[in-house]
């Protein structure tokens, strides 16, 4: 068994895509390896409440669902294209993403899946490690410099898969 090796920014790739038979989707070029998610936990994901007896821990409880919320940058090379996958347009559903079915379930909130790959297999490991977000609202937000840069938030109504 070869000893776990520590992961970093240049071993992730991303992919966002719909819920078609055969799914469109974008794998994510120029991203800058700082995709965060915040607020996983057991339990489905559910707040967890305190009931004091007298003023001293009685029970928790767990109660209202949560949803994890992630981010993650990339490098702007173009906006809209008819011909060639965009983030602006997966996450605006035009251009190439138009016909795109949503991921988000009993909704009319139109939603993608995000999936995370991380490379072990030629770091030596018997498998890559794939982290699946299901059903996930996204908002694009876009800011000029050197270089230009999008910025993607999503929010996962879904489920989250590790492997």
């Known amino acids: 068994m070869a000893l776990p090796i520590v992961k970093n ?7 966002l895509k719909d819920g078609t038979g055969t799914p469109i989707a974008i794998t994510v070029e120029f991203e800058s390896g ?3 998610i915040s607020s996983v936990s057991a339990n489905s994901n559910a707040e967890v409440t305190t009931y ?4 001293s821990l009685g029970t928790v409880r767990l109660t209202s669902q949560t949803f994890p919320t992630w981010s993650f940058s990339a490098h702007m090379t173009e906006l ?3 011909v060639s996958k965009t983030l602006w347009d997966a996450v605006n559903k035009t251009g190439t993403f138009a016909a795109a079915i949503s991921t988000i379930t009993n909704s009319d909130a139109y939603g993608l899946d995000c999936v995370i790959v991380i490379e072990g297999t030629t770091l030596g ?10 059903g996930n609202r996204i908002s694009i937000d ?3 410099g050197d270089p230009n840069k999008f910025t993607l938030n999503g929010t996962c109504y879904g489920s989250i898969t590790a492997v």
């Open 80 to 82: 809209s294209d008819a």
């Open 142 to 144: 876009f800011a000029e």
């Open 52 to 55: 004091l007896d007298r003023g």
């Open 125 to 134: 490991e018997a498998t890559d490690h794939v982290l699946t977000l299901t």
């Open 9 to 15: 920014f240049r071993d992730g790739t991303i992919v």
């Open 34 to 36: 700082d995709f965060a």
